[in-house]
């Protein structure tokens, strides 16, 4: 069982969870030992409620496939334990993020003085370019 919320929880059946060999440097033990764990979530056949499913089928994460299922390989980690407690924990907070409401962003405008500022500026910058010209004698 996967808390995400007080009110929303994932079954176990809903995540599949598969070892596999890690890359990378690791000796001997990598070509041994599958410490590597990828988890795979289908977003359609889960038990979020509809607002959840419409969010995370919304955002534009490489780890969210076509088909809406969620893709994560974790290989942080030496044993496959701690690395299954990492991919729930990233599953927990790509749900997460994705139902946390944005601020909506309040368009504002320059002041009177801020525009006078700036022109100012330009005009002093022009008269410096200007007196760059060839010398005429």
Not at 111 to 137: F, H, M, N, P, Q
């Amino acid at each position: 069982m996967l808390r995400i919320s007080n009110s929303v929880e994932l079954a176990d059946w809903e995540i599949e969870l598969n070892a596999i060999r890690a890359q990378g440097a690791g000796g001997q033990n990598v070509n041994k030992v599958a410490s590597a764990i990828h988890l795979r979530f289908d977003i359609q056949r889960s038990s979020l409620p509809p607002f959840y499913k419409e969010r995370l089928l919304a955002l534009g994460d490489q780890r969210i496939t076509q088909e809406g299922v969620v893709v994560i390989k974790a290989q942080r980690f030496r044993t496959q334990e701690q690395n299954r407690e990492d991919a729930l924990e990233r599953l927990r907070e790509l749900i997460r993020d994705a139902v946390k409401q944005r601020r909506v962003r309040k368009p504002t405008k320059p002041t009177r003085a801020a525009k006078r500022k700036r022109v100012d500026a330009k005009t002093r910058k022009g008269r410096t370019k200007a007196l760059r010209g060839k010398v005429s004698e």
